[in-house]
């Protein structure tokens, strides 16, 4: 699937998610099907949706338990059948229908493979190698020394590393911070942590390698694992971390117990960024071809941010998605659209803070090393040469006439039926 493409597919998945939030915020669909029902069972006159936006994400949190769901059909609503429920029904299909196509149209302004920044998430597309901190309880550990899940204590420390996936040399730093019931730091120590390889199944399993703890700012603890100096330097796979803790409470109870993150390691690099950059005017935007070393056939993502040359603000963040057929020396493209460059009135673009992975044909994902910082500072923009356009293409032009056809036929049946849903 091309750029494009999966632009489209993530605009509906948003697009969609959000008007059936909209129509059950606003009460306008009693006998709706549960979350997470199949959306032929719900979507307008029996039309579906582009087949694109079918099944991501798979079940959401927060649906009913079946229990429920079976309590929902058991106990129908009262007015099921009535001119009134099928009124409130035809109104929220319409309403959802106007809000389908609205925020479709904001969402393909852009394609895929270059957003606006204020997109994205301050950590989930702006910073490199981006992993969410979690909150997990102390685990307590048995006589033997292994970690007992079912025993937990009420203290809770905060997980943060600095990335998931190594390849050859990379390092991973974790942080671990201390909290009270009420979220108030507390100091916390780390008596001595342990990488563990968790190995296929069927295969040998490696002794743990002991990992060294340090004292880190506000009573955190730090500590720092490279596999390629380790006993795990060959080892292909997830990693666990797990780490010895303890902390006072507030209440002045002493809690000892384990906390784990995971990492995934290749030793060897499934590619190279060269360091050599061509600029090309390419249809109003610009493309920059990367150079890249390919170790082996596959599919590759790389994640590029864009900022304006002059205050280090990022602007935009650019997808690359590249099939290579072969091994060897090729060039990966990174297209920043124009409307972007216009839009921010950006005169010097710099290329930063890279980082991607590696989907091969068979075996396992792989983190691709990147770049930190400004990787490639370019030429001033010809602006002569770019254009502020919006977004479009065949595939747009067909979600769009799908948007606007299931608008018309709520509509249709609300103006013939409802007297234009008007109450």
Known sequence: MNGKNVGVVAALVVVLGLGGWFAKSKGLLPGSAPEGADESETSTKGKRAPKEASGAGGEREGAPAQDTADKRDAEPDPEFGSFAYKYRTAKAELEMARHDLENYK????????????????????????????????????????????????KARVVLSQDRFQLVGDDSVLVSIKGLNDKGRDLPVRCSEGRASAIPAPGAERLPPFPLTCKAGPDGSAVATFTPKQSTLRAFTGSIDLDFDLSLERDDGVQETGSARVVVHYVPQSPGRLTGVVREAYENGSIAYYLGFEAAAPGFYRLNVRADNGTDDKVFAHVNVRQTVDKAGPTELRAELFGKLIVDNDVRTVRLRDIDGEFVPEAGEIAGIPGKDGVFYVTKSVDRARVKGDEWSSPEKDEHMKHYEDVLKRAQDDCDTNYDGCKK
Not at 133 to 148: E, H, M, Q, S, Y
């Open 106 to 153: 904001q969402a393909s302004r852009w394609p895929e493979s270059a957003r606006p920044a204020e997109e994205m998430a301050p950590g989930g597309g702006l910073l490199p190698h981006y992993t969410s901190p979690t909150v997990v309880p102390l685990v307590k550990r048995r006589a033997d020394g292994t970690p007992d899940p079912e025993s937990i204590g």
